[in-house]
């Protein structure tokens, strides 16, 4: 059962979104970044760890343009996200370093079909000194908004091939590049020389488009086409509205709708996609800064740690209630009656490692007289379990996790709420600037992968329930955290659904750090980062997500040596097989 060290979590999988981390040693090795471990790693959660192939399309990128022994460049799909990430290195670097950081973009030559429907991708790459990547990575980490392995694969295939040429301005347009670049692998002698390239008169070939469409097919082992991916992003578009709720194939899901979703009046124009759930709350937070004015924001709530981070680094900070309790709530009703304001209040339900679940109803009446929006992050127990759109302006969601289930894509949503107080505003703002930069191959996989998630749910509901009951009724358990014996269980329960679940996330804590320890090396399951799969996957989380700031997690009663568990499809007697196992451990431990 256990997965090699670094292998990629599923097994061969690879555009995977979480990697292993088998041991408890594994993950100290992995946040104390050493070599034993770090060599081994084929890839990582992808805010995280920059996929091997986005590496090595960025190092082609540096090559073409830059200086390989002196520079970096981190990817985006836009000029406007590259220009986010350009903005937050020049207010962390000196002054006199500016001019070393910049933006070179890639856009498809005309070697590719003019106004067909196939697929293309324009490159934007900021590039800088290396010794400012950490600064870079921040943005990549918190925003969300990098490029995705698939993209990076179609990418550095177009590059390859003359197909993603550099933006020269009018010498773009005319086709001219004066850096040596291979032509499309068919028109490359067998002896290596060519036939036709870039930079030389174009392939014949070239003026109709066959070539370009022989690309595509090559790449996909299909067309896939532009029209495909919209249809694709329309149907998940309705299916996170919940108006569309059967598990039928893409051509009837565009027929099949309902008449009700999660709230009266909604429709899929009230949804937005984006390329991850980190990115949808990044750009959350930039659409109220730019509807409402630069007012501070309110974190409620242990979160998960990006959330705050973005907060607290974009715009003019916040307030963090990291308990996110009635008595914070109390606090924060003295301040706003003190006159304070405040851009928004960002709050999970239930929140990411304790599962509680902050009292929205509460929350709704202070933003309603107080003028903040509300923005609720549902991930953990998703639209099918609870519904808090009704208590939301906005509701953003990590598609990534079990609305995908595979693990191998990513994805985010943000649902404006219609009946919203500010939905006019926010619709307005949206409507001027959101841009769709959704990968077209990521958003069919996700559509594919997300036909089934309601019985997914269902199933990993069940189970879930099992499951914690088992580990409640042990002594060797010093806690379980999950929404159905948290002490706020009445606020979840008023969100439920009326055939809502409490989830597949759960959370438990031992007596001593050698027990825990015990626990998660024994447990027979995939280990890595991540939530939401198809099969049941566990992490030491505390220490992943929060390794250099252990006391201050352990201040807000987060305990480091908490195991995290997302449940997955296996059978019940199964999966307490594997949990009864690890208990043994535990118990051999205290022995």
């Not at 990291?322 to 924060?332: A, I, K, Q, R, T």
């Not at 999950?482 to 009326?498: C, E, H, I, V």
């Not at 201040?555 to 499809?569: A, E, I, Q, T």
């Not at 690890?582 to 431990?589: E, F, R």
Request: glycine share 8%; hydrophobic share 35%; with cysteine.
């Amino acid at each position: 059962m256990l997965q090699a060290l670094g292998g990629t979590v599923p097994p061969n999988t690879d555009h995977a979104v979480s990697v292993s981390l088998p041991t408890w040693r594994t993950n100290v090795g992995y946040e104390e970044g050493e070599d034993w471990v770090m060599t081994k790693m084929k890839c990582g959660y992808p805010r995280f760890f920059v996929h091997p192939i986005i590496q090595k399309l960025a190092q082609e990128i540096v090559r073409r343009v830059g200086d390989l022994n002196l520079e970096t460049a981190t990817l985006f799909a836009s000029i406007k996200t590259a220009r986010i990430c350009h903005s937050f290195l020049l207010g962390k670097i000196p002054a006199e370093q500016a001019h070393k950081v910049r933006i070179v973009n890639f856009v498809p030559s005309p070697h590719t079909e003019a106004g067909s429907t196939a697929v293309t991708s324009t490159l934007s790459c900021v590039i800088y000194p290396n010794e400012y990547a950490s600064i870079a990575k921040q943005v990549w980490q918190h925003s969300g908004n990098g490029i995705s392995s698939r993209r990076g694969e179609f990418c550095l295939g177009a590059l390859e091939d003359g197909f993603l040429v550099e933006d020269k301005g009018s010498a773009t347009a005319e086709l001219i590049s004066q850096r040596p670049c291979k032509g499309p692998r068919r028109y490359q002698a067998k002896n290596g020389a060519r036939k036709g390239s870039i930079g030389d008169s174009p392939p014949r070939g070239n003026e109709d488009g066959r070539d370009y469409a022989q690309f595509i097919e090559e790449r996909f082992g299909r067309n896939l086409s532009t029209s495909l991916a919209n249809q694709a992003k329309l149907a998940v578009r309705k299916r996170i509205a919940g108006v569309l709720t059967a598990d039928v194939e893409l051509p009837e899901a565009l027929e099949t709708a309902s008449s009700e979703g999660r709230v009266a009046g909604i429709s899929e124009d009230d949804v937005l996609l984006y390329p991850s759930g980190m990115s949808a709350i990044f750009n959350a937070h930039q659409t109220l800064l730019a509807t409402r004015g630069e007012l501070p924001s309110i974190c409620f709530g242990f979160p998960y740690t990006d959330t705050l981070k973005i907060l607290q680094k974009w715009g003019p900070g916040c307030v963090f209630y990291g308990h996110g309790s009635s008595e914070d709530l109390d606090d924060l009703e003295s301040r706003l009656k003190a006159g304070e304001r405040f851009l928004g209040l960002f709050t999970e339900a239930p929140g990411n490692p304790l599962l509680k679940t902050p009292d929205l109803k509460r929350i709704r009446a202070l933003a309603d007289q107080y003028n903040f929006a509300v923005v609720v992050d549902e991930t953990i127990s998703n639209f099918i379990n609870i519904n808090v759109l009704h208590l939301a302006d906005i509701v953003v969601s990590s598609l990534t996790k079990i609305f995908s289930g595979d693990s191998n894509v990513m994805g985010g949503s943000a649902v404006l709420n219609p009946h919203g107080q500010y939905y006019a505003a926010l619709k307005k703002s949206y409507d001027r600037d959101f841009e769709d930069i959704y990968w077209a191959e990521d958003a069919v996989f996700l559509e594919r992968n997300s036909r089934d998630f309601i019985s997914r749910i269902d199933k990993i509901n069940s189970t879930s329930e099992n499951i914690t009951a088992m580990l409640k009724e042990s002594p060797l358990v010093k806690n379980v955290y999950y929404p159905k014996y948290s002490p706020t269980k009445p606020f979840y329960d008023g969100l439920r659904n009326p055939n809502g679940g409490y989830g597949g996330l759960f959370s438990v804590t031992f007596h001593t750090t050698d027990e825990a320890i015990a626990f998660f090396d024994t447990l027979e399951v995939l280990k890595g980062p991540s939530l939401g799969t198809n099969f049941t996957l566990s992490s030491p989380y505390v220490l992943l997500a929060h390794y250099g700031e252990l006391d201050w997690a352990r201040s807000f009663n987060v305990d480091p040596d908490l195991v995290r568990v997302s449940v997955g499809l296996e059978e019940v007697p199964d999966l307490r097989a594997r949990v009864q196992r690890a208990l043994d451990a535990v118990q051999n431990v205290r022995k």
